[in-house]
């Protein structure tokens, strides 16, 4: 596929003006991202072999995994099958060597039974992650289909949610009646799906727990969706019943901040920018020590990725990149409220992904 081609062609430009002979991709995200090719990383070697001056790939599989690999459609992909008799290190220092690939791109991510092996056999490694990166941090307008994609998914799953939120439902059940509806929209992963009620809202990132939600409390939803390889991260915040005056004040704070943030948002500007704009707000109304994480982080094949949007980074947005803003306010022992969107930085200034509705009473 052309889009696979396009971005080898690129990697290999940046492995040459490096002096890198060769890069080792191991299953992963890199791995999707170059040939399109979503494996498990167990313990048999599966690698992908991209030289810098030779145009052919090579893919070295387990003999188990041959048939799923004889269909990736790529122009020039060699795939090595081994069986469990034979070494397959063997094999691909071989290939190295006749490739004259000394000097070896490989990832962070490399289980170091690998890098050791290849350590052992001579050759000399260097890590390759921000070279990736500074490829994948910019997304095409495929990618960002398949983003939007996801985001549509991930807000008909929480507005289920909504939907089902009623008193003496426990926070798992919701869990999983908004796990199911995604999988039924066609998410081909969920890679998590957080709620949490009443006190537990103050805690970020806490499990969901058997706590029956009650009229009156807070709930925080943080659902992951993953479509076509692609994830959406979405947060909010609604109360079951009326909202009391001091959840008003709290969540439209946050609510402030994250839409100065968002407005913020064009090419040129910093990312620490970004987290400065949510960060004095909510310091100005005097909860600053209550906002305890960075206001965001790059979306793609990863949850976590470049550009983090914190303070520190400063990395200057360009067209393509995406990226969560999700201010929160956590109050020990009381309720928390974070709300999150994901955002598209475009040509002259951004593109918001999540359309879901953002009032604090939104149950239907
Ligand atoms: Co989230
Ligand atoms: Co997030």
Do not use: W
């Not at 990736?132 to 991930?154: F, G, H, P, Q, W």
């Amino acid at each position: 596929m052309y889009v696979y081609l396009n971005r080898i062609k690129r990697f290999r430009d940046i492995l040459k003006h490096r002096n890198i002979d060769a890069a080792l991709i191991v299953p992963g995200p890199n791995l999707r991202y170059f040939i399109g090719y979503k494996v498990e990383a167990l313990e048999r070697l599966l690698i992908l072999l991209i030289s810098s001056q030779f145009k052919d790939l090579n893919l070295i599989v387990p003999m188990l995994e041959y048939e799923r690999a004889k269909s990736i459609n790529i122009k020039d992909l060699n795939i090595i099958n081994y069986s469990d008799e034979e070494d397959p290190y063997r094999t691909l220092t071989n290939l190295l060597k006749d490739l004259k690939a000394y000097k070896v791109g490989v990832e962070g991510s490399m289980p170091f039974r690998i890098a050791y092996k290849l350590l052992k056999g001579g050759f000399n490694l260097v890590e390759i992650d921000d070279l990736i990166y500074s490829m994948r941090i910019t997304k095409d307008n495929y990618e960002i289909e398949m983003l939007r994609k996801a985001s549509r998914v991930n807000e008909e799953a929480i507005r289920e949610g909504f939907r089902n939120l009623k008193s003496s439902i426990s926070e798992k059940e919701l869990k999983r009646i908004i796990e199911e509806r995604a999988e039924e929209l066609g998410a081909e992963e969920i890679p998590f799906c957080i709620v949490q009620s009443g006190p537990n809202t103050a805690i970020p990132h806490a499990e969901s727990s058997n706590r029956k939600i009650e009229l009156g409390d807070v709930v925080l939803f943080d659902v992951g969706v993953r479509v076509e390889g692609y994830v959406s991260d979405i947060t909010r915040t609604i109360v079951l019943g009326e909202p009391r005056s001091r959840h008003r004040l709290i969540y439209n704070i946050v609510k402030r901040a994250q839409e100065k943030a968002i407005e913020m948002v064009r090419p040129g500007v910093e990312a620490e920018t970004i987290d400065l704009a949510a960060r004095n707000l909510i310091e100005a109304e005097g909860y600053g020590k209550y906002f305890i994480h960075r206001t965001g982080h790059g979306l793609g094949l990863e949850i976590h990725e470049e550009p983090y949007i914190r303070i520190g980074n400063r990395t200057v947005l360009k067209e393509g990149m995406v990226f969560t803003i999700e201010p929160g306010i956590y109050i020990p022992g009381e309720f928390g409220v974070r709300i999150e969107d994901d955002i598209v930085v475009t040509k002259d200034g951004y593109e918001n992904l999540t359309k879901l509705s953002k009032d604090i009473s939104e149950i239907s």
